[in-house]
């Protein structure tokens, strides 16, 4: 946590005091970290260094907001993009079409409309009937459209199920055993430049022997492919890749991942395209929030905080871990649970767990929170959207603001005939 650390005894982003964000912006807010955000993308880059031949996009539904993508975009990153909001997200933070992949299961004609005419490099198809629909919709704008086919290996990813996509019973890709069919059905198409296979077997992967088997999979289909007469030029690995949200977990280095790959791909001769989202941006921010109470509990007291599973959703959806940590930390710890002001128990973020001991009106922070955090984040309970701020050294700025209830209540309309007929 080299990019989140003490000065003077108050928790900094960078150069820049988290009390002094508090104070300008209000909690609770995502701070990220650029010098953050840049390492990851670095790191991640040279764990590749072998690899001659690759394109990496981030995954935009990790992180969406416009100036992540932007500085991403400038490590030379590209987009995965699921939605045309992502796709627009991506364009506005000055990625480019032709540097963005467009998954997911569920593309509507008009996102792949869209995305046809913004010049997306690459769609990864999910099912037969998805590839034709594209073809159809290409040759009728004059267009073939790059494409990958999915696959689905039917290989666990040793992670959470909400979070894990590679087997068999998941809704993601072509089962391997269909997918030499659907390819050769496909490749026939006008409108489509088939031109090789993508998979995604989940995310959150700590364990790389998961990932190779996938892999290794991937390259038995390509050589069946090559063998059939197709030409296979891409093959789309993903992304997945797992981070420590706790100090006690170990999670492979980009630079074993890298020669994994490179030793998996060797003789496969095509570009290899990345899909990382959580290890790039997850350990570049934390959720600064304030408490608003200590209150006494049977167990062990209730540290009600300002953040709720709203803003925060990780907790709620996944039993997920993130650390807790005083901004201006004294030596003292306490057990505690950790909880929002949300009516629901699952509004909770840490049960009778050790923690810096606070008190109402001290600033803390939840650690690891730089993805899957803000892009998961809600208005439940009518309560604002979260803002969002990026330090870069000594300077800061708000990249998305709260979103307070009063505009909420703007795109809501009470009809005249439910007011115009009130009982009398
Ligand atoms: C979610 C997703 C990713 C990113 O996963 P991470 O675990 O954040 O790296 C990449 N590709 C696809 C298709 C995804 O659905």
Redesign the pocket.
Known sequence: MRFFHDQSGILHAENVSLAEVAQDVGTPVYVYSAGALRAAAREFRAGLHGIARKHIAF?V??NPNVAVLHLLGNEGFGA?I?SDGEMRQALAGGMRAEDMMF??VGKTDGEMIAALDAGVGQF?LELEAEGVLLSSLAQARGKRACAVL?INPDVAAGTHPK?S?GRSANK?GVPVGEAGAVYRRLAQLPGLDLRGI?L?I????GDLALLEDAYRAAGAFVRALRAEGHSVTHVDL?????VAYHSAEHFPAPAAYGAMVQRVTRDWDVTLMF????????AAGVLLTRVIWVKPGAECPHVIVDAAMNDLARPALYDAYHHFAAVRPTRHQFGANVAGPVCESGDTFAKARSIDAVTRGDLAVFHTVG??GASMASTYNSRALVPEVLVDGDRYSVVADRVEQGQALLRQHLPNWLVEHAPA
């Open positions: 995954a539904k990790a995965d699921v998954s997911g990864n999915r979070i996509a993601f993508a995604h989940g995310s959150q992967i993903g992304g997945g890749l797992g899909e990382p989202g959580r290890l790039i941006a997850a993805a899957y």
